[in-house]
């Protein structure tokens, strides 16, 4: 069974993962933005949609809870839980 590369990387390893279809940043809206405490979040101007632009997640998941849409999903770590 050969595996081509998008199949075998296709999992985000990133442990907070914006639902496009979801986020209301390009209407103006930066929750998650403004209560990640290590700033780890930002808005992707050209889509105007929020994403991670670093990978230093504390899993205190502010982001995820406060998101108006739920759009924002942290992925914990098995291990974490």
Avoid: N
Wanted: aromatic share 8%; net charge negative.
């Amino acid at each position: 069974m050969s595996h081509t590369p998008h199949e075998i990387y296709q999992r985000s390893t990133a442990p907070v993962t914006i639902d496009e279809s979801r986020c209301i940043a390009d209407k103006g809206c930066t929750v998650c933005v403004d209560v990640c405490p290590l700033d780890l979040l930002a808005i992707d101007l050209t889509k105007g949609k929020a994403y991670m632009k670093f990978d230093e997640c504390w899993y205190c998941m502010p982001c995820e809870q406060d998101c108006p849409t739920g759009a924002v999903k942290v992925e914990i770590p098995y291990l974490l839980r």
